[in-house]
């Protein structure tokens, strides 16, 4: 059944699952992290304001909480899930509330092949894992295999340390960049942080707050204002808020400027988003479609193993 948000259980104290499946899901979201892996044809996917196609042996995280949908193209398509508890990610990751992977394999795989030919090996061995008897042994390598891949996660697609490309920012700037996303409430707080980080690395903010703007495509003031509204989208699906209280739970000080933000990154008003998108269970529910496959159907597939 289709719930916002959507309750992921784990059997056999596995931190893990992995199913296969062709398929369409209207918007939800979850406390999992969540890799994504086209077998066979293609999908569109909505992961927050980003609407994207992905093919054949494409590779896409969804975050923990983060709102996404899938829908089917013209083709049929089998997907790879692999969902990992957010307590178990917590307990390897412990800045995992501030932590956001940027991985997409239809943006920028070209500049960047072997970051996503080693995430497919990850992948392709952590489903041979789950195939086996999971206990034991197994289940240890089971863990092993996680920790490596969420520590190898950890680096190489860090949107605080990458942002959209391929060039990462350094190690001390991405610690103090995280730092202001995590203690940053209001503007003000992140104007006097930014200046704050200027002064410390040794450049102007106006230097500063250009290379934020190039590497992320937003400022960090659009950054946070992004980061309201997907939460504002999540209140709109999944209670009977009024836009003028969702507004002040978000961090506006005036529903105008939730209007005003909500409609550049989701191209509408939150009133008309609810109304397309939020429904009772029932109805819901019956808008999800899948079909399944053996997990083995994902070691099967071409390169994945390579």
């Keep these: 059944m289709a719930v916002r948000p959507e309750k992921i259980e784990f059997e056999n104290g596995i931190s893990v699952k992995a199913y ?3 398929c369409q ?9 969540e890799i994504i892996q086209v077998l066979k044809g293609s999908i569109n996917i909505d992961v927050g304001d980003h609407n994207l196609t992905l093919h054949e042996n494409d ?12 829908t089917k193209t013209h083709e049929d398509n089998k997907i790879l899930f692999i969902q990992i508890d957010g307590c178990f990610c917590s307990s390897v990751l412990p800045d995992d509330e501030y932590l956001f992977f940027y991985c997409c394999s239809a943006y920028h795989e070209t500049e960047a092949p072997q970051k996503y030919k080693k995430l497919r090996r990850y992948t ?12 034991g042994e197994h289940k240890q390598n089971i863990e092993s295999i996680l920790v490596d891949m969420l520590d190898y996660l950890t680096y190489n697609f860090d949107f605080l340390r990458w942002g959209y490309g391929t060039t990462p920012f350094t190690e001390k700037l991405v610690n103090r960049l995280k730092q202001i996303a ?4 209001s503007d003000l707080d992140v104007q006097l942080r930014l200046k704050e980080l200027a002064v410390e690395v040794g450049v102007s903010l106006q230097h500063l707050s250009h290379d934020i703007k190039d590497k992320f495509g937003l400022t960090f003031l659009e950054l946070l204002y992004y980061s309201r509204c ?9 209670t009977d808020a009024r836009i003028i209280d969702i ?3 978000c961090g506006f000080s005036d529903t105008k400027y939730l209007v005003k933000y909500f409609r550049q990154y989701f191209h509408t008003y939150p009133s008309a988003f609810r109304k397309v998108h939020r429904t009772d269970i029932q109805t819901l529910s019956s808008q999800v479609e899948y079909r399944e496959y053996p997990l083995s159907h994902a070691l099967s597939q071409r390169n994945i193993l390579e």
């Design 25 to 33: 899901y209207p918007y939800h979201w979850h406390d999992t992290l």
């Design 230 to 238: 997907a939460y504002a989208a999540k209140l709109l699906l999944s």
């Design 182 to 185: 995590k203690y940053a409430i």
């Design 247 to 249: 507004a002040m739970a």
């Design 124 to 135: 392709a061995l952590l489903t041979s894992a789950l195939m086996d008897n999971p206990r």
């Design 20 to 22: 296969v499946r062709g």
């Design 59 to 70: 590779i896409a995280i969804v975050n923990m909480g983060e709102l996404h949908r899938i």
